[in-house]
């Protein structure tokens, strides 16, 4: 995956399990075309930090499959190989719940993204957003930074460090900005770092 677009994900080595090994390789492919996308939408920064949102709102799981389908068929608007490799989701139909599960587990084997479920408590997509905003405005004169705290986040979203390393490389990424620290803090309360 390209590192220089932000989108790079490591997904570890293919495990030895048949079972496993089909829902590693499930998840490469969908990734590939995850940063394929990204790529292609190079030249507009504007639909790529829209895909790269997107994803994280899918990963999130903070809007509706309609909503989903509605920004991925605007953000790939012109761009027909995109379009027709996301057809499967984007065509899908979301007249009932089951539809919507069908439709959203389709975009999960696309994208190679697995949506977190509901827990309470849990912050909004909005104040996520807000917090990753901030983070980002905060390093934007330390390259790097920024993508390495979201690519810790999406590490642990798909299982491939465990929660009490990717809690302590964070709070060591944000040690010396206390505000920060304090609202991440609150997003991931340490004795939550195993789950």
């Known amino acids: 995956m390209s590192e220089e677009l932000g989108m790079q994900y490591t997904i570890g080595p293919e495990p030895k399990d048949p079972q496993e090994a089909e829902k590693w390789h499930k998840t490469h492919r969908g990734l590939v075309l995850t940063d394929e996308a990204y790529f292609q939408l190079a030249g507009d920064q504007d639909a790529q930090q829209r895909f790269r949102n997107l994803m994280l709102q899918f990963q999130m799981d903070q809007s509706s499959t309609e909503q989903y389908q509605d920004n991925l068929a605007a953000i790939l608007a012109g761009n027909k190989t995109?379009?027709?490799?996301?057809?499967?989701?984007?065509?899908?139909?979301?007249?009932?719940?089951?539809?919507?599960?069908?439709?959203?587990?389709?975009?999960?084997?696309?994208?190679?993204?697995?949506?977190?479920?509901?827990?309470?408590?849990?912050p909004t997509f909005e104040e996520s957003a807000a917090f990753l905003e901030d983070v980002k405005d905060r390093f934007i004169g330390?390259?790097?930074?920024?993508?390495?705290?979201?690519?810790?986040?999406?590490?642990?979203?798909?299982?491939?460090?465990?929660?009490?390393?990717?809690?302590?490389?964070?709070?060591?990424?944000l040690k010396g900005e206390p505000d920060l620290l304090e609202r991440f803090q609150h997003f991931w309360p340490r004795e939550s770092a195993n789950v």
């Open 142 to 173: 330390q390259p790097g930074i920024y993508d390495e705290f979201l690519h810790r986040i999406n590490m642990r979203l798909r299982d491939e460090e465990s929660g009490v390393d990717t809690y302590a490389g964070l709070v060591q990424m």
């Open 82 to 122: 995109l379009t027709s490799k996301f057809s499967s989701f984007l065509e899908a139909p979301t007249d009932s719940e089951d539809d919507k599960a069908a439709a959203n587990e389709r975009l999960s084997e696309l994208t190679g993204i697995t949506p977190l479920k509901t827990i309470s408590g849990r």
